[in-house]
């Protein structure tokens, strides 16, 4: 029993330290002088309605070598394939004040996935008995991934190092998709505004 317990969290904690999500990286960009730290998170929806699943956001903070910084999220936005496209115009509330934000670098794709089933059948003939597999149908599954970047201006990235509540609100057509980060999103984020 403890032998069992002891793999299943060693298991655990291997899997924590080779997932991207939820961990601040810090890398040194040569070509462009500069210095990357970057944060994946994955958010679910709050609209229980949706045709938006979940988003994937990437924020990321370029610090130059003359001191200056750009910092913005980069989004992956799962959906179905019956969604809409997102709108040019968003907004992020920090601690309850709303700034306008324009998603910039848009574009769509439509993916596709076919699942196969297949039957095991046994069959004779001369040669003995072997086991030939059937082809009995397929699906397919077809769903839209959506790209965007959403720069963040100074002010922004200084309230977010502090914020209580933070909320990210975008528009599939005419369908609000909105976000809210937990607490424990909520450190890691303001822990990446603030990451030196």
Known sequence: MKTGLF???????????????G???????????????RLLLSFSVREYDNEVQSIDMTFARVI?????????V?????????????????????DG???????QDRRENILSRTDNTTTAQSVRDTTGASTLTVLTGSSTTNWKQAYFYCPFTDEQV?????????EFRYYAG?????????????KKISNWAGAK
């Open 23 to 37: 961990v601040i990286r810090s890398t040194t960009d040569d070509y462009q002088n500069s210095r990357n730290i």
């Open 7 to 21: 793999f299943f969290a060693a298991t655990l904690f291997l899997l924590s330290c080779t997932s991207p999500y």
């Open 97 to 103: 004040r709303k700034y306008p934000v324009l998603l």
């Open 174 to 186: 005419p369908d609000p998709v909105t976000i809210s980060a937990r607490p424990s999103s909520l």
């Open 64 to 72: 130059h070598a003359d001191g200056r910084e750009e910092a913005g």
């Open 158 to 166: 200084q309230a977010i190092k502090n914020c209580r509540q933070l």
């Open 74 to 94: 980069y989004a992956q936005v799962n959906k179905s394939a019956a969604a809409f496209d997102l709108k040019e115009e968003g907004f992020i509330k920090i």
